[in-house]
């Protein structure tokens, strides 16, 4: 009954959202912003309609959440940690709803163009939200889609519960290394903010995938 409440009020806030960018949509301009750069500068322009599909992804988005728990082969599992999977789909939720207002921002002047506040709300936001579930990863039970999932976690519990700690350690690193190169923007450039970022989430990866490997052969005691 809780789920239930909760998905029915992020749901409200996803319509909500996108009743609010269409009072907004007649005022925009034909092109609009869409993408923009790890230096936090527009690169990339769209019709406005566009806006209005970005504004359905969250909705879109809360419905595959809700659903998961239901489908997985271990959905039992979820109800040994049912709050951190909550806490993270209001994370998830509100953060992309959030998203979906840069180009009505980028537009309307409240993030200037010169600036890298659009990094900043990005990469500072998915920074927050990789330290804050990272530090919650150890105490995700096995299942098929939420968590640090390697074929070898997957088989052994042991292995599991070990690579979630691990991955809960890269998660918080991953999550600083955004924070820095929010920090950093505009002295690391587009290229180097963009080494930052994919390098620490590629690497981390990378590392979690090798770390159950190792657990899996035994060199890892």
């Not at 789920?3 to 949509?25: G, I, Q, R, S, W």
């Not at 504004?55 to 049912?82: G, M």
């Not at 919650?136 to 999932?149: A, E, L």
Request: aromatic share 14%.
């Amino acid at each position: 009954m809780k789920n239930k409440k909760l998905y029915l009020l992020l749901a409200a806030v996803c319509v909500l959202n996108f009743a609010a960018h269409l009072y907004f949509y007649p005022s925009l301009p034909d092109i609009v912003p869409t993408h923009w750069g790890f230096d936090g500068q527009a690169n990339g322009w769209g019709p406005k309609s566009s806006t209005l599909f970005i504004c359905i992804i969250p909705l879109a988005l809360l419905i595959l959440l809700a659903v998961i728990p239901k489908i997985d082969p271990r959905a039992q599992n979820y109800e040994k940690f049912e709050k951190i999977y909550r806490g993270f789909v209001i994370g998830i939720i509100v953060f992309m709803c959030g998203i979906t207002w840069l180009t009505e921002l980028t537009v309307y002047n409240v993030l200037p163009g010169s600036s890298n506040l659009v990094s900043v709300l990005v990469c500072g936001g998915l920074g927050v939200l990789f330290i804050a579930l990272g530090n919650y990863m150890p105490r995700i039970k096995q299942n098929y889609t939420f968590g640090c999932k390697t074929p070898w976690a997957l088989n052994d519990e042991h292995n599991w519960n070990r690579t979630q700690r691990m991955g809960g350690i890269v998660f918080v690193v991953i999550g600083i290394a955004m924070l820095v190169a929010t920090l950093f923007t505009h002295a690391l450039g587009e290229t180097g903010t963009m080494i930052v970022v994919l390098g620490s989430t590629l690497g981390g990866t990378a590392w979690i995938y090798l770390y159950s490997y190792l657990v899996y052969i035994g060199k890892m005691k």
